[in-house]
């Protein structure tokens, strides 16, 4: 920033910016922002709720909150002030056993369904600069472990609190998303140093790992997915990765080893094929050399 002389931008500042870029295409109604600890921050829920913004994150629990103002006789000459008495912080309410705590069923990780204790209530979030902004904010009590209390909160007054766990909980699908494919797909991890070539790159990677569950799911037609399984680990659910090797070894099945005769030990490969199926030995020797005991190729190996 000092070398292009820009003001540095944080990450608030960025959502922001994108905030309004969004919201001028998706002009059609509210939609819903899901965010973490960075973005705790009443400039942002003003922008929200300036473009018909619902914005739902995670709260911290020592946040200043306050009561809404009590309605001023109209002919009082004074500041109408903007908000009321302060209440009791986030961390308070949870070690407070008298609170209307009450049991939900929700949707946890995993799709599973999850018993946690909740409480809730509507108020006045407050910082230093800014205007109060109306919330509503949610505490979530594990009853396995009642020490780890976790708060949310949202925008919009009117949604069920238990809707904003259940929204909340479904940024970690975008968020495994991301990881895998940078993980296995080198997204963040492209040679180009250009800003137009990461540009390129970087939807068609994300297309590709949408191409990749769509032909797995193509290829089971209603089956089920073999996991392959670690011996320090048992993997209950597919990863990603696991759908990458599934579909790169129907492709290459289907390309190479597509005259395999049932329980036979030798497999014939054309010598146009055999450099790809050598490469394919050398980067995935697993998957690969699952599908046959024996090579034999029509032709002498040629020298690379």
């Given at each position: 920033?000092?070398?292009?002389?820009?003001?540095?931008?944080?990450?608030?500042?960025?959502?922001?910016?994108?905030?309004?870029?969004?919201?001028?295409?998706?002009?059609?109604?509210?939609?819903?922002?899901?965010?973490?600890?960075?973005?705790?921050?009443?400039?942002?829920?003003?922008?929200?709720?300036?473009?018909?913004?619902?914005?739902?994150?995670?709260?911290?629990?020592?946040?200043?909150?306050?009561?809404?103002?009590?309605?001023?006789?109209?002919?009082?000459?004074?500041?109408?002030?903007?908000?009321?008495?302060?209440?009791?912080?986030?961390?308070?309410?949870?070690?407070?056993?008298?609170?209307?705590?009450?049991?939900?069923?929700?949707?946890?990780?995993?799709?599973?369904?999850?018993?946690?204790?909740?409480?809730?209530?509507?108020?006045?979030?407050h910082t230093?600069?800014?205007?109060?902004?109306?919330?509503?904010?949610?505490?979530?009590?594990?009853?396995?472990?009642?020490?780890?209390?976790?708060?949310?909160?949202?925008?919009?007054?009117?949604?069920?609190?238990?809707?904003?766990?259940?929204?909340?909980?479904?940024r970690w699908?975008?968020?495994?998303?991301?990881?895998?494919?940078?993980?296995?797909?080198?997204?963040?991890?492209?040679?180009?140093?250009?800003?137009?070539a990461i540009?390129?790159?970087?939807?068609?990677?994300?297309?590709?790992?949408?191409?990749?569950?769509?032909?797995?799911?193509?290829?089971?037609?209603?089956?089920?997915?073999?996991?392959?399984?670690?011996?320090?680990?048992?993997?209950?659910?597919?990863?990603?990765?696991?759908?990458?090797?599934?579909?790169?070894?129907?492709?290459?099945?289907?390309?190479?080893?597509?005259?395999?005769?049932?329980?036979?030990?030798?497999?014939?490969?054309?010598?146009?094929?055999?450099?790809?199926?050598?490469?394919?030995?050398?980067?995935?020797?697993?998957?690969?050399?699952?599908?046959?005991?024996?090579?034999?190729?029509?032709?002498?190996?040629?020298?690379?």
């Amino acid at each position: 920033n000092d070398e292009t002389g820009k003001k540095h931008k944080t990450t608030v500042g960025w959502t922001i910016q994108a905030i309004d870029i969004i919201s001028r295409w998706l002009s059609y109604g509210v939609w819903i922002l899901i965010g973490d600890e960075v973005y705790v921050c009443v400039e942002l829920a003003h922008s929200c709720n300036a473009n018909n913004v619902t914005l739902i994150s995670r709260l911290r629990t020592d946040v200043r909150l306050f009561a809404f103002s009590e309605k001023q006789p109209t002919n009082k000459r004074c500041r109408k002030p903007k908000k009321g008495k302060r209440l009791p912080s986030l961390k308070e309410l949870a070690k407070d056993p008298n609170q209307p705590w009450k049991e939900v069923d929700v949707t946890w990780y995993e799709g599973i369904t999850k018993r946690v204790k909740i409480l809730s209530g509507v108020c006045l979030w407050h910082t230093n600069g800014q205007d109060p902004v109306n919330i509503r904010w949610v505490l979530v009590v594990d009853p396995e472990n009642e020490d780890n209390v976790e708060a949310f909160f949202s925008t919009d007054e009117a949604i069920d609190p238990k809707r904003i766990i259940e929204i909340f909980v479904l940024r970690w699908n975008i968020e495994v998303t991301f990881q895998e494919v940078r993980r296995h797909l080198g997204v963040e991890t492209q040679r180009q140093w250009s800003n137009l070539a990461i540009a390129r790159t970087t939807p068609a990677l994300m297309a590709l790992f949408l191409l990749v569950c769509l032909i797995a799911l193509q290829s089971l037609r209603g089956g089920i997915l073999p996991l392959r399984h670690i011996a320090w680990y048992n993997i209950k659910r597919a990863a990603f990765f696991v759908v990458l090797a599934f579909v790169r070894r129907t492709l290459w099945v289907e390309k190479f080893l597509h005259n395999l005769v049932l329980n036979a030990d030798r497999v014939d490969l054309f010598r146009k094929d055999m450099g790809l199926y050598l490469i394919g030995l050398l980067l995935y020797p697993k998957w690969l050399k699952s599908s046959c005991r024996e090579v034999a190729f029509s032709s002498v190996v040629p020298t690379f």
